[in-house]
């Protein structure tokens, strides 16, 4: 997941994978500027957080806790 510390859609959807117990990485894009780049390059230049990339390198932006489920799911 990749986000900024001030980012409450962040903390409430870490929050949420934390209580389901689904396993993610979390990277500050503030102190990693090529995850910032990243982050742009998924949402058409924007730095919006929360942003999750997949194994399949899709990307999903701000997403509900159902909708990473369906994403994990569909990942198998």
């Not at 230049?45 to 489920?69: F, M, R």
Request: hydrophobic fraction near 35%.
């Amino acid at each position: 997941m990749y986000s900024t510390p001030w980012c409450g859609y962040c903390h409430r959807l870490k929050s949420q994978l934390d209580r389901e117990g689904i396993p993610f990485e979390m990277v500050d894009i503030e102190q990693v500027p090529e995850a910032a780049l990243l982050v742009e390059q998924a949402n058409g230049g924007n730095q919006t957080v929360p942003t999750l990339v997949y194994s399949d390198g899709s990307a999903q932006t701000n997403p509900s806790l159902a909708q990473v489920k369906a994403k994990l799911a569909e990942l198998g």
